[in-house]
C-alpha cells in the first residue's frame, strides 16, 4: 500500500502524466509474464499445507522439489522467449505506430527479469503458508520491500530515468528471492535437503491440470485491470491511463481491508479443510464476507471524504478527480469484498474449478464492454466495463458456488451481505446530508458522522454470537505450527 501510495505523485512529478502513463503501458505488458505461475502457486501451496498438516514430511520436500522445479523450467524457456521477441525489430505498444525504441526494449528486459523470478520464487515462498509461518514470511518480505521503498523514493525524487529505474527494480527482486531463500532454510526443516532438479521438473508436470484453474483465474484478474490498462491506451491516450491507473489504485486502497484477512485466513482454511471442520469453515466464510464487505463500506465512505481534498496533492494538480469515476471504482471494490471473499474457502481448497469459468467470463464481458465504452465515455467507459463484469460474473455467482461446497443454502451468503450492504447504504445517506456543508466542514461533519455511527451499525450486521465469538478468537493465543 505504501507503494501505491507514495510512488505515484513521484511518478509524476518525475515524468510527467505522459511519462507515466507510457510507463504504465510497459509495466502492464510484463504482468502477463507472471500469469507463467500458471495457478501453481495456489495449488502446490495447498498440497503442501495438506501434506505438512498429516505430517507427511517426505511428501512435502517431493512435492516442495518438483513445483520448484517445474518453474524453474518454464521460466527459463520463457526468458529465452522474452529476448528473441525484444529482438524483432517491429515491436510496438498498443496503439502506437512507431516500434519501440531501445531504451523500451531494455525497460521491457529488466521488468521481464524481475517478474520471472517471481514465478518460482513464489512457489517456494508458500512454504510460509504451509507450514504456519505466515506472519514470518509476510515480515521479511516487508523488511525488505521498505528498504527497496526508501530506495525507490529517493532514485524518483532525483528524477532518475525510467531505464535506470527499471534496472533498480530488476536487482531488487534479485536481492529479495535470495534472502527469502536463505530465510526459508534456517528457519524450516522441512525445507532442507531438497532435490531440485530436471528429474523433479519431470514429475512435477503432474501439478499441472490441477493448477491451471488457478491459471485461468489469475488471467482473468490480469486482463481485468491491465488489459484494460492496454485499451486505454490503444483507444484513448496515456493521459487517460495515468488518470484511470491513479483512480483506481486510490479507490483500490479499500482491497487492502480483505488483504490483511485474506492472506492468513486462506491459509487457516486450508488447515481446517485438512482437518475436516465443515462447521467451523462455514461460519468463519460467512462472517468473512459480511464483515468485510461491511468495513470495506466504511473505507469507502472514508475515501470518498478525504480523496477530493488529497487527490489533487497526491497527483501534483496534474490530474484532475473525476467524482463519478471514483463512486463507481469505490462500489465495485465493496461488492468485491463480498463476492469475492466467497471464493476463498474455494481457492483455499483446491475446489477453484468451480468459479474458474466465471472467471473467464468476468474478463471477457470487461474487455468486450471497455473496447465499446472507452471510445464513447472514456476511463467512465472503462470502469462501468469492470464493474458490469463483476456483478454478472461475480456477485450473482460465487457466493451460490461457495454454498454449494459447503453444503448450504446460497442464501446464507447473500442474507450476509445483504444485512452489510444496507448498514453501509444507511451510511452513505447519513453522511451524504452532513457532507452538504462547505469545504473542510462538510468533510468533518461526515467523519464525525461516520465515527459516531459505525458501532451502531456493525452491530446490526454481526449477531451477538458472532460478536462473542470473534470477542473470543481475537483474545486467544493459537501456538504456531512447528517441524
Same mark, same amino acid.
Given at each position: 500500500?505504501?507503494?501505491?501510495?507514495?510512488?505515484?505523485?513521484?511518478?509524476?512529478?518525475?515524468?510527467?502524466?505522459?511519462?507515466?502513463?507510457?510507463?504504465?503501458?510497459?509495466?502492464?505488458?510484463?504482468?502477463?509474464?507472471?500469469?507463467?505461475?500458471?495457478?501453481?502457486?495456489?495449488?502446490?501451496?495447498?498440497?503442501?499445507?495438506?501434506?505438512?498438516?498429516?505430517g507427511?514430511?517426505?511428501?512435502?520436500?517431493?512435492?516442495?522439489?518438483?513445483?520448484?522445479?517445474?518453474?524453474?523450467?518454464?521460466?527459463?524457456?520463457?526468458?529465452?522467449?522474452?529476448?528473441?521477441?525484444?529482438?524483432?525489430?517491429?515491436?510496438?505498444?498498443?496503439?502506437?505506430?512507431?516500434?519501440?525504441?531501445?531504451?523500451?526494449?531494455?525497460?521491457?528486459?529488466?521488468?521481464?527479469?524481475?517478474?520471472?523470478?517471481?514465478?518460482?520464487?513464489?512457489?517456494?515462498?508458500?512454504?510460509?503458508?504451509?507450514?504456519?509461518?505466515?506472519?514470518?514470511?509476510?515480515m521479511?518480505?516487508?523488511?525488505?520491500?521498505?528498504?527497496?521503498?526508501a530506495?525507490?523514493?529517493?532514485?524518483?525524487?532525483?528524477?532518475?530515468?525510467?531505464?535506470?529505474?527499471?534496472?533498480?527494480?530488476?536487482?531488487?527482486?534479485?536481492?529479495?528471492?535470495f534472502?527469502?531463500?536463505?530465510?526459508?532454510?534456517?528457519?524450516?526443516?522441512?525445507?532442507?535437503?531438497?532435490?531440485?532438479?530436471?528429474?523433479?521438473?519431470?514429475?512435477?508436470?503432474?501439478?499441472?491440470?490441477g493448477?491451471?484453474?488457478?491459471?485461468?483465474?489469475?488471467?482473468?484478474?490480469t486482463?481485468?485491470?491491465?488489459?484494460?490498462?492496454?485499451?486505454?491506451?490503444?483507444?484513448?491516450?496515456?493521459?487517460?491511463?495515468?488518470?484511470?491507473?491513479?483512480?483506481?489504485?486510490a479507490?483500490?486502497?479499500?482491497?487492502?481491508?480483505?488483504?490483511?484477512?485474506?492472506?492468513?485466513?486462506?491459509?487457516?482454511?486450508?488447515?481446517?479443510?485438512?482437518?475436516?471442520?465443515?462447521?467451523?469453515?462455514?461460519?468463519?466464510?460467512?462472517?468473512?464476507?459480511? #464483515?468485510?464487505?461491511?468495513?470495506?463500506?466504511?473505507?469507502?465512505?472514508?475515501?470518498?471524504?478525504?480523496?477530493?481534498?488529497?487527490?489533487?496533492?497526491?497527483?501534483?494538480?496534474?490530474?484532475?478527480?473525476?467524482?463519478?469515476?471514483?463512486?463507481?471504482?469505490?462500489?465495485?471494490?465493496?461488492?468485491?469484498?463480498?463476492?469475492?471473499?466467497?471464493?476463498?474457502?474455494?481457492?483455499?481448497?483446491?475446489?477453484?474449478?468451480?468459479?474458474?469459468?466465471?472467471?473467464?467470463?468476468?474478463?471477457?464481458?470487461?474487455?468486450?464492454?471497455?473496447?465499446?465504452?472507452?471510445?464513447?465515455?472514456?476511463?467512465?467507459?472503462?470502469?462501468?466495463?469492470?464493474?458490469?463484469?463483476?456483478?454478472?460474473?461475480?456477485?450473482?455467482?460465487?457466493?451460490?458456488k461457495?454454498?454449494?461446497?459447503?453444503?448450504?443454502?446460497?442464501?446464507?451468503?447473500?442474507?450476509?451481505?445483504?444485512?452489510?450492504g444496507?448498514?453501509?447504504?444507511l451510511?452513505?445517506?447519513?453522511?451524504?446530508?452532513?457532507?452538504?456543508?462547505?469545504?473542510?466542514?462538510g468533510?468533518?461533519?461526515?467523519?464525525?458522522?461516520? #465515527?459516531?455511527l459505525?458501532?451502531?451499525?456493525?452491530?446490526?450486521?454481526?449477531?451477538?454470537?458472532?460478536?462473542?465469538w470473534?470477542?473470543?478468537?481475537?483474545?486467544?493465543?493459537?501456538?504456531?505450527?512447528?517441524?
Amino acid at each position: 500500500m505504501a507503494n501505491a501510495i507514495f510512488l505515484v505523485p513521484l511518478f509524476l512529478q518525475a515524468w510527467g502524466a505522459d511519462g507515466y502513463g507510457q510507463w504504465l503501458a510497459l509495466t502492464a505488458l510484463v504482468a502477463y509474464l507472471a500469469l507463467l505461475d500458471l495457478g501453481g502457486q495456489a495449488y502446490i501451496g495447498n498440497l503442501l499445507a495438506r501434506t505438512y498438516v498429516l505430517g507427511d514430511m517426505a511428501r512435502f520436500r517431493r512435492g516442495l522439489a518438483e513445483g520448484v522445479s517445474v518453474y524453474l523450467l518454464i521460466t527459463a524457456v520463457a526468458f529465452l522467449v522474452v529476448i528473441v521477441m525484444l529482438a524483432l525489430p517491429e515491436i510496438r505498444l498498443p496503439g502506437q505506430v512507431e516500434p519501440i525504441g531501445l531504451s523500451e526494449r531494455m525497460i521491457l528486459l529488466f521488468l521481464s527479469i524481475a517478474t520471472l523470478l517471481g514465478v518460482p520464487g513464489g512457489v517456494y515462498v508458500t512454504v510460509y503458508r504451509a507450514t504456519g509461518r505466515m506472519a514470518r514470511g509476510i515480515m521479511v518480505g516487508n523488511i525488505v520491500r521498505s528498504i527497496n521503498l526508501a530506495i525507490c523514493i529517493a532514485l524518483l525524487w532525483l528524477q532518475i530515468t525510467p531505464l535506470a529505474y527499471a534496472g533498480v527494480l530488476m536487482v531488487q527482486a534479485v536481492v529479495l528471492t535470495f534472502i527469502v531463500i536463505a530465510d526459508i532454510k534456517r528457519q524450516i526443516r522441512a525445507s532442507r535437503n531438497v532435490d531440485f532438479g530436471w528429474h523433479a521438473a519431470q514429475d512435477g508436470w503432474q501439478h499441472m491440470r490441477g493448477s491451471l484453474g488457478f491459471w485461468l483465474i489469475a488471467l482473468a484478474t490480469t486482463l481485468n485491470f491491465q488489459g484494460v490498462i492496454l485499451l486505454l491506451n490503444a483507444r484513448g491516450s496515456s493521459d487517460m491511463v495515468a488518470l484511470y491507473a491513479t483512480t483506481r489504485t486510490a479507490a483500490g486502497m479499500i482491497g487492502y481491508v480483505s488483504m490483511l484477512l485474506g492472506t492468513p485466513l486462506v491459509a487457516e482454511l486450508t488447515f481446517l479443510h485438512a482437518q475436516h471442520q465443515r462447521d467451523r469453515l462455514t461460519q468463519i466464510t460467512v462472517l468473512a464476507v459480511k #464483515g468485510l464487505l461491511f468495513v470495506s463500506g466504511i473505507a469507502a465512505l472514508g475515501l470518498w471524504l478525504i480523496l477530493p481534498v488529497v487527490y489533487p496533492l497526491w497527483t501534483g494538480r496534474q490530474l484532475t478527480l473525476q467524482p463519478l469515476l471514483l463512486a463507481v471504482l469505490l462500489v465495485q471494490g465493496v461488492l468485491a469484498a463480498g463476492w469475492n471473499t466467497s471464493s476463498w474457502i474455494l481457492l483455499a481448497t483446491n475446489e477453484h474449478r468451480r468459479i474458474t469459468f466465471w472467471a473467464v467470463a468476468n474478463a471477457v464481458t470487461t474487455v468486450a464492454l471497455a473496447w465499446l465504452l472507452i471510445p464513447k465515455l472514456g476511463v467512465l467507459g472503462a470502469a462501468i466495463a469492470t464493474l458490469c463484469g463483476d456483478i454478472f460474473c461475480g456477485l450473482l455467482v460465487y457466493p451460490r458456488k461457495a454454498a454449494a461446497m459447503l453444503g448450504v443454502g446460497s442464501w446464507t451468503f447473500f442474507k450476509g451481505m445483504l444485512q452489510a450492504g444496507s448498514s453501509v447504504t444507511l451510511l452513505t445517506l447519513a453522511i451524504s446530508l452532513a457532507t452538504r456543508l462547505p469545504g473542510l466542514s462538510g468533510v468533518a461533519a461526515g467523519s464525525a458522522v461516520l #465515527g459516531f455511527l459505525f458501532y451502531p451499525m456493525l452491530r446490526l450486521v454481526l449477531s451477538q454470537q458472532e460478536r462473542r465469538w470473534l470477542l473470543t478468537t481475537f483474545r486467544r493465543t493459537r501456538p504456531a505450527t512447528t517441524g
